[in-house]
């Protein structure tokens, strides 16, 4: 940063004025770049964009309403209650007239950089205390420090590089993350449809494996007790896993919504999600179906896995174990079984860890960025 450190020595040694992102941003409502029909598809030429997370919510056909922005004439999508925010440089309608489309005010082209603009708006820390819109009244209001153009430009340029690195190595980790996860469900489908490639099933199982119905090798194991959802709490000694996808709900301490086996089997009837426990946990709702096998010859994390790679049809919100009792699974002698939860259990591990390094890498970015997104837009302010 010699570069940007010279050109403050030289341009702003005593500090920049501050000056109110209203007096630099021109804000447009959405109201006629709206989408018409949400019926999107893939091959459709134009996104439709939200100012939220989810950013792209997908494409339409629609060929009129179109903002034009581009490379040359980008824009800023402002999210008008949350304050999430994007930068967009080309072409796009809008999912709703919940946003500001915010612009430089023609009068600052030759000496603000609207990207300049968009990095201190991310420097800004406002989390809105109620369900209002913020733009007009609140954060507009807010000041950013405006130093000459040249030391503008240096920011952005070390800032666009900075989000350039991360986004390749985002990407990198998330494609080895990817090829990882194909890697192990081909293993897995290899393994469960004992195949005579798999060495180990040719050996033997040289006659093939009995598959057996679901709900002819699993039993239950509910808990005295289910905890309805309304009684979860934030902590507690015992974790809740009910039939949601996250694996840990909540907290409790009641005793008597643990199962009396484990390791044990958890099937949300109405969701289709499948989970393997082999710590205590006290068991969730009612839609929370506990299982372990019925005879000490089944590996219980052996059927976890078989279940998992099954297709159970969707009945909706109704129940599914009606269904999937009847889905039959191989069952191979217990050796075998044994062997293919080691191989799984080595991939699953491999995955987490995987996984773990993907987060750590992109959180240590993240603090990096905004270490330097803070540091680069932290000067002294001057008076007018």
Request: with cysteine; net charge negative.
């Amino acid at each position: 940063m010699s570069r940007l450190n010279q050109l403050i020595q030289e341009l702003c040694p005593h500090g920049v004025k501050y000056i109110s992102l209203d007096k630099v941003i021109d804000y447009e409502q959405p109201t006629k770049y709206i989408v018409k029909s949400t019926d999107y598809d893939d091959s459709f030429e134009t996104p439709v964009l939200t100012a939220g997370q989810t950013f792209i919510l997908g494409y339409t056909d629609e060929k009129e309403g179109i903002y034009k922005a581009s490379k040359e004439n980008p824009v800023i999508i402002f999210d008008d209650f949350t304050t999430s925010f994007h930068w967009v440089d080309f072409k796009f309608k809008v999912k709703s007239s919940a946003m500001k489309i915010l612009k430089l005010k023609p009068k600052f082209k030759d000496t603000v950089s609207f990207r300049y603009i968009y990095y201190a708006m991310k420097n800004i820390k406002y989390v809105p205390g109620n369900h209002s819109r913020q733009w007009i009244s609140k954060y507009s209001k807010f000041c950013i420090p405006l130093p000459p153009l040249p030391v503008q430009q240096e920011i952005v340029r070390i800032l666009d590089d900075l989000t350039k690195v991360t986004i390749e190595l985002n990407k990198e980790l998330n494609i080895e993350l990817e090829a990882r996860k194909k890697q192990y469900e081909y293993y897995r489908d290899l393994l469960l449809t004992f195949g005579d490639e798999v060495e180990l099933i040719a050996e033997l199982c040289p006659d093939g494996v009995e598959y057996i119905p679901l709900g002819e090798v699993l039993k239950n194991n509910n808990a005295p007790n289910s905890i309805p959802k309304k009684y979860y709490k934030d902590n507690g000694d015992i974790p809740i896993i009910d039939q949601s996808q996250v694996y840990i709900a909540g907290y409790t301490d009641d005793e008597s919504a643990v199962p009396p086996i484990l390791p044990c089997i958890i099937f949300g009837d109405h969701t289709r999600v499948v989970k393997y426990a082999d710590r205590k946990f006290a068991q969730g709702d009612s839609g929370t179906k506990v299982f372990i096998p019925v005879t000490e010859d089944l590996n219980t994390k052996y059927i976890y896995y078989a279940f998992c790679n099954i297709d159970i049809p969707s009945r909706g919100y109704n129940r599914h174990w009606t269904i999937a009792k009847n889905i039959k699974i191989p069952i191979p002698p217990l050796p075998v079984q044994q062997e293919i939860v080691r191989i799984l259990d080595n991939f699953t591990e491999l995955i987490a860890e995987l996984t773990a390094e993907l987060t750590a890498e992109l959180t240590a970015r993240r603090k990096q960025y905004e270490y330097y997104l803070n540091k680069l837009l932290d000067f002294k302010e001057v008076c007018s």
